[in-house]
């Protein structure tokens, strides 16, 4: 999984300057993250979000200073979106993923994190869940809603990739 970090991200890490990859024309749903670090109310939060969708995930970055904690918390992260968006009578397990590190690209994905940003902040700021940025539907993915978006690709994947249902769990 290719893992884009803008240099706020990267400072948080405490990661070196990390080389660009180009992104392919062909999205893939699940294969890249952009992350950026973003402050709200005054606090500090990472930004995931995932490249084909744009469904961005904000959490906490307090504490998550070095790759070990990052990837801990990102695999946790996923694994939580995996379970809490898809109804499912079969519990859900996925694989804890390797990640491939790079800059970030002035693409359609940073500015579509710009605009959750905004969003977020006029959440934050009424104490209303930024989770909600995910229900503003979003040109560049032909006016979809993020959270759909996602559920519908995660729904495939699940489908057909049946090798990320945990069977000892049925």
């Known amino acids: 999984m ?15 300057k990390l080389p660009k990859l180009t992104t392919s024309d062909k999205k893939q749903f699940f294969t890249e ?23 961005t995930i904000i959490q906490p970055a307090k504490g998550i200073n070095n790759r070990l904690l990052f990837e801990d918390y990102f695999n946790n992260i996923l ?11 079969v ?8 990640f491939e590190y ?10 579509a994190q710009i605009d959750h940003l905004y969003h977020a902040k006029h959440l934050a700021e ?21 959270v759909d978006y996602y559920i519908d690709e995660m729904s495939i994947l699940l489908k057909d990739y049946n090798v990320y249902f945990d069977k000892d769990k049925e």
Do not use: C
């Open 2 to 16: 290719v893992i884009r970090l803008t240099t706020k991200a990267q400072q948080q890490l405490k990661l070196d």
């Open 33 to 55: 993250w952009n992350i950026d670090v973003v402050h709200l109310n005054k606090k500090k939060y990472f930004m995931f979000t995932e490249n084909k969708t744009l469904f």
């Open 79 to 89: 694994q939580e979106s995996f379970t809490d968006l898809i109804d499912s009578s």
């Open 91 to 98: 519990p859900v397990s996925i694989n804890r993923f390797s």
């Open 102 to 111: 790079t800059g970030t690209e002035n693409n359609y994905v940073r500015r």
């Open 126 to 146: 009424d104490h209303i869940n930024t989770f909600q940025i995910n229900r503003y539907p979003i040109a560049s993915i032909d006016f979809k809603f993020p």
